[in-house]
């Protein structure tokens, strides 16, 4: 994948109870593009970030990555390349030990033992999470799980990254360890979140989202004015 853009094209999702929560979201975020996504409780951002790589697929409309649009046949390709960090990290980690969790991802793309463990350390360290190896991911506290979960998908260097809530729970020492994660990432990042210093902060765009609608699209102190008025 050469060209790391998101495009969202009239995208509708219903949950399977009837509930409409994507009402026609267009939008792109071009190559090495850094957005926030932004809005209320319920607004829609979670369900969003689940289409950029297959996990929810549109009812209605296309999500394109890199050219290629995501269905269900397309989607464990575009996972390789999108990195996901969940809103809930239990969502996310499933194995019994961190190192294994962290490991996962490097072990299934085939890498070399080696490079595996390299990348785990590397992965742990710089999301403060080091020190956490041979702990159950189950047993861990909120914070040290997201962590965690961050490290994770820092493992498998993905090409884009899109994070739901990546800096909620999270105390300052590994909240700043997360902004600067974000700001040397050179590639497209696409980031949910109610933390607004880390919108203006590392996002020059961002995404308003209100009922599953795009409301605004555009600078971030803008938006943000926007979304201050909806309170
Ligand atoms: N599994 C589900 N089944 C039915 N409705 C759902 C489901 N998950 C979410 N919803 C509904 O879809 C809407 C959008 O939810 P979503 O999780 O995308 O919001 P959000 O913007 O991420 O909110 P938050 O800021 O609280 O994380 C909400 O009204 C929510 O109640
Ligand atoms: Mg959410």
Redesign the pocket.
């Known amino acids: 994948m050469s060209h790391h853009y998101i495009q969202f094209t009239d995208v509708h999702y219903a949950?399977?109870?009837g509930?409409e929560?994507?009402r026609g979201i267009t939008f792109r975020v071009t190559h090495g593009e850094k957005v926030a996504l932004l809005?209320?409780?319920?607004?829609?951002?979670?369900?969003?970030?689940?289409h950029t790589n297959g996990l929810l697929l549109p009812s209605k409309g296309e999500v394109n990555v890199g050219g290629i649009p995501v269905t269900k046949k397309t989607a464990p390709g575009v996972r390789r390349a999108v990195g996901m960090l969940f809103?809930n990290p239990d969502d996310q980690l499933f194995m019994p030990t961190v190192e294994e969790d962290v490991a996962f991802g490097p072990l299934n793309m085939g890498l070399e033992m080696a490079e595996v463990q390299r990348r785990v350390r590397e992965a742990l360290a710089r999301t403060g999470a080091g020190g956490l190896e041979k702990r159950s991911p189950f047993q861990l506290s909120g914070g040290q799980k997201k962590s965690v979960a961050m490290a994770t998908i820092l493992s498998m260097e993905p090409e884009i990254l899109v994070m739901?809530?990546p800096t909620a729970e999270l105390d300052l020492a590994a909240r700043n360890k997360v902004i600067d994660i974000i700001s040397r990432y050179t590639h497209t990042c696409l980031i949910?979140t109610?933390d607004l210093d880390l919108a203006c902060g590392l996002c020059p765009r961002s995404i308003l989202?209100d009922g599953?609608k795009v409301v605004a699209d555009g600078p971030t102190e803008e938006v943000i004015a926007r979304l201050k008025e909806m309170i």
């Open positions: 949950y399977p109870n509930y929560a994507l809005g209320m409780n319920g607004a829609g951002k979670s369900t969003v970030l689940l809103q739901d809530e949910a109610h989202i599953g």
